[in-house]
Antibody, heavy 125, light 107 residues
């Protein structure tokens, strides 16, 4: 059974930093692209970042570029999101998700497959 | 960035009804379009990927269609467990976006 378990969320002041983690089991972690997706209270889903299998390709939503860093440790089956210069707009539940790749058209398609339960991050003074 | 617009934002339906949700992209996403279901307090689950492919284990009453900029998710006979919020999401290019969601409620 695939399990993704996030940790590290909490309360942080505006301008502060936080690192959230995601531990994976039940899948060959090093073979999957991984993502972070967030959901503000009562709001919709927002994709935050993707990382390829080796950690060499990283993509971010514009609103977090330069402030957030996605990384991974394949030896420890772990995914991370380092968040700096946090604002109240970053308050959300942060989910990690594995990406399933399928053949399609010009380039492979990917969709969110397995998800963790989420870890809440609250930015408030 | 590609904007995804879902309609309606919410709808009320009865068990057994057929329900259709639409998703429009601000530019073509080919068929890199996926549909997710989310229940309160839970993570989303994928229903349809690649615009029309049914995820393994998802009931056949769910179907998806479309390509380019216009997509639909249809639930052919609504069941009690289908009352939830549904999101479309595009994965064309390196910047991914979700629609704002459609909440399906009991009439």
């Amino acid at each position: 059974e695939v399990q993704l378990v996030e940790s590290g969320g909490g309360l942080v002041q505006p301008g502060g930093s936080l690192r959230v983690s995601c531990g994976a089991s039940g899948l060959i972690f090093r073979k999957y692209w991984m993502s972070w997706v967030r959901q503000a209270p009562g709001k919709g889903l927002e994709w935050v970042a993707n990382i390829d299998e080796e950690g060499s390709e990283k993509y971010y939503v514009d609103s977090v570029k330069g402030r957030f860093t996605i990384s991974r440790d394949n030896a420890k089956n772990s995914l991370f999101l380092e968040m700096n210069n946090l604002t109240t707009e970053d308050t959300a539940v942060y989910f990690c998700a594995s990406l399933f790749q399928y053949s399609s058209g010009w380039h492979p398609g990917r969709h969110f497959d397995y998800w963790g339960q989420g870890t809440p991050v609250t930015v408030s003074s | 960035d590609i904007q995804m617009t879902q309609s309606p934002s919410s709808l009320a339906a009865s068990v057994g009804d057929s329900v259709t949700i639409t998703c429009r992209a601000s530019q073509s996403v080919s068929t890199y379009l996926h549909w997710y279901q989310q229940k309160p307090g839970k993570a989303p689950t994928v229903l349809i990927y690649g615009a029309s492919y049914l995820q393994t284990g998802v009931p056949s009453r769910f179907s998806g269609s479309g390509s380019g900029t216009d997509f639909t998710l249809t639930i052919s006979s609504l069941q009690p467990e289908d009352f939830a919020t549904y999101f479309c999401q595009q994965s064309s290019g390196s910047q991914w976006t979700f629609g704002q969601g459609t909440k399906v409620e009991l009439k």
